[in-house]
């Protein structure tokens, strides 16, 4: 286990987000995961999630897909205990790593994963060869705001272990350099999910706001704000 791995599973990581393991973004993620996979006409019957943190994703999307049977996987122990909690007749998880499963899924699911790994490009072949059709969602963290103002990628280094910021040019090459081909991608606003109520993030949630409707994609670049969300097989 490496260094970077061990706050997942002390405790720590649990702590750095007071305790919900980020279940308040659940809906959020489901709904356009839900959204994105249906456009394509995909019906996938067999899913699981790698690093499933609280489990709040699989089980919104259990409610909405109910032929399709979920497994999620974590190697922290305070997640999976978190993610109990929503396990149904379809719904369960696993504690340990994803990868040594031997099961093959119709669609794998990394959320606000690969961000966190140590070497993302060995993580991203894994995930090319756990189901036919993978969805990522990337935190878009780098921007000219994050430029200007270093502080917030160490910040979110610190705070949420996103060890790897990446602009969406290079989440787009990275997948691509591991084998995967790009079906479709769009921008989430994850920013409207911020509860930060600072005059800072309350003038860049308004620039936000005034740019969005002419490009996400500059508004992405200039302020940050945003997550890259691919279907990829």
């Not at 997948?175 to 995967?180: D, R, S």
Request: glycine fraction near 6%.
């Amino acid at each position: 286990m490496d260094a970077q791995e061990e706050i997942y599973q002390d405790g720590r990581y649990l702590d750095k987000t007071g305790g919900t393991w980020h279940l308040e973004d659940a809906q959020f993620k489901a709904r356009y995961v839900q959204a994105l996979v249906e456009s394509h006409g995909l019906r996938p019957q067999q899913v699981c999630e790698v690093g499933c943190g609280g489990g709040g994703v699989l089980a919104s999307l259990a409610k909405a897909w109910p032929q399709t049977a979920f497994r999620g996987f974590d190697i922290s122990p305070q997640a999976v205990e978190l993610a109990q909690t929503l396990t149904s007749s379809r719904v369960s998880f696993e504690l340990g790593d994803a990868f040594k499963d031997s099961r093959t899924f119709d669609l794998a699911l990394i959320l606000d994963v690969v961000e966190h790994v140590e070497d993302p490009f060995a993580f991203l072949r894994q995930c090319k060869r756990r189901a036919r059709y993978k969805v990522f969602h990337i935190p878009l963290e780098i921007s000219a705001l994050s430029a200007l103002r270093p502080a917030v990628l160490v910040r979110s280094w610190h705070d949420v272990g996103h060890i790897h910021p990446y602009s969406l040019e290079v989440a787009r090459l990275s997948l691509k350099q591991t084998g995967h081909r790009i079906l479709d991608s769009q921008l989430t606003p994850v920013w409207r999910q911020n509860t930060r109520r600072s005059l800072f993030h309350a003038g860049a949630n308004a620039l936000r706001r005034s740019i969005e409707p002419f490009s996400q994609r500059w508004a992405s670049r200039l302020l940050g704000g945003y997550s890259l969300l691919v279907l990829a097989e």
